[in-house]
C-alpha cells in the first residue's frame, strides 16, 4: 500500500501519516487471528467498518463502552428502544463486527463441528459458551486493535527520531538479504530488529 500510493519521487514529495495507516493494518491484522477473515480496511487504505472515532459517518469518540452499557439497559428492558442498539445485521461499525464475532463463533458448534486454529475456534475447545465466545470475540478486537496500533507508532516515532538507532536499524536491514514482504523467519534473525521490537513493546 505504502509503496503504491505513498512513495516520494524526485518530481514530487507524498507525505503520509502512519497513524491511520497502522490502525488499518492492526484492524485487520487482529480479526485475521480471531476470525481468519480480515475485514479489508488496509488494503482498502479506510475504516471500511467506520471503527475509528475520526471515520466520516463513525461513532463519535467514547462511544464504544456505550454499546455494553445499552446492551445491558436493554437486557432489562424489553421497552428499550432497540434502534439505539448495534445489531448483527449491520453492514458497518459495531454492529458489523458483532456479527462476523457470532458467524465466526458458531462455525464449530453448527453442524460441520469445524473448529479452526484460531483464537475464537480456541475459546470453544476450552468450554466457553457461545455468548461467552462472542463477548471474548469483541473484547479481543477492541481492545487489541487500538492498543497494538499505538504500541506500532510508539516504536517507529521513537526509532525515527533517534538518528543512531535509525541508522542502524537501517544498516542491518541494508546488509540483510530478506524476502518482499519480510517472513517471519527471517525476522527472527535480524537481531537489532528483534531487539527494537521487544523495547518498543515494554516502553508501551
Known amino acids: 500500500l505504502l509503496e503504491s500510493k505513498c512513495l516520494s519521487a524526485v518530481e514530487s514529495y507524498?507525505?503520509?501519516?502512519?497513524?491511520?495507516?497502522?490502525?488499518?493494518?492492526?484492524?485487520?491484522?487482529?480479526?485475521?487471528?480471531?476470525?481468519?477473515?480480515?475485514?479489508?480496511?488496509?488494503?482498502?487504505?479506510r475504516d471500511?467498518?467506520?471503527?475509528?472515532?475520526?471515520?466520516?459517518?463513525?461513532?463519535?469518540s467514547g462511544d464504544f463502552p456505550c454499546y455494553g452499557f445499552l446492551d445491558y439497559v436493554k437486557s432489562f428492558s424489553r421497552a428499550f428502544p432497540k434502534r439505539f442498539?448495534?445489531?448483527?445485521?449491520?453492514?458497518?461499525?459495531?454492529g458489523k463486527l458483532m456479527g462476523s464475532c457470532k458467524e465466526a463463533v458458531a462455525e464449530p458448534l453448527g453442524p460441520s463441528k469445524?473448529?479452526?486454529?484460531?483464537t475464537s475456534g480456541s475459546f470453544i475447545r476450552h468450554g466457553l459458551t457461545q455468548p461467552e465466545a462472542e463477548a471474548e470475540a469483541?473484547?479481543?478486537?477492541?481492545?487489541?486493535a487500538e492498543t497494538s496500533a499505538a504500541a506500532v507508532c510508539a516504536a517507529l516515532l521513537y526509532i525515527f527520531t533517534n538518528?543512531?538507532?535509525?541508522?542502524?536499524?537501517?544498516?542491518?536491514?541494508?546488509?540483510?538479504?530478506?524476502?518482499?514482504?519480510?517472513?517471519?523467519?527471517?525476522?527472527?534473525?535480524?537481531?537489532?530488529?528483534?531487539?527494537?521490537?521487544?523495547?518498543?513493546?515494554?516502553?508501551?
Open 14 to 45: 507524498s507525505p503520509v501519516d502512519l497513524a491511520p495507516e497502522i490502525q488499518y493494518f492492526t484492524l485487520d491484522v487482529i480479526p485475521d487471528i480471531a476470525f481468519r477473515k480480515p475485514f479489508g480496511s488496509h488494503r482498502a487504505d
Open 48 to 60: 471500511v467498518l467506520l471503527l475509528r472515532p475520526n471515520s466520516p459517518g463513525s461513532c463519535p
Open 85 to 94: 442498539c448495534p445489531k448483527y445485521t449491520d453492514k458497518v461499525g459495531v
Open 114 to 118: 469445524k473448529t479452526r486454529r484460531n
Open 138 to 144: 469483541l473484547l479481543q478486537i477492541f481492545a487489541g
Open 163 to 204: 538518528p543512531h538507532i535509525y541508522n542502524t536499524f537501517f544498516a542491518e536491514l541494508s546488509s540483510s538479504i530478506i524476502s518482499h514482504p519480510i517472513t517471519n523467519e527471517e525476522a527472527r534473525k535480524l537481531s537489532y530488529l528483534q531487539a527494537a521490537i521487544k523495547e518498543g513493546r515494554e516502553g508501551v
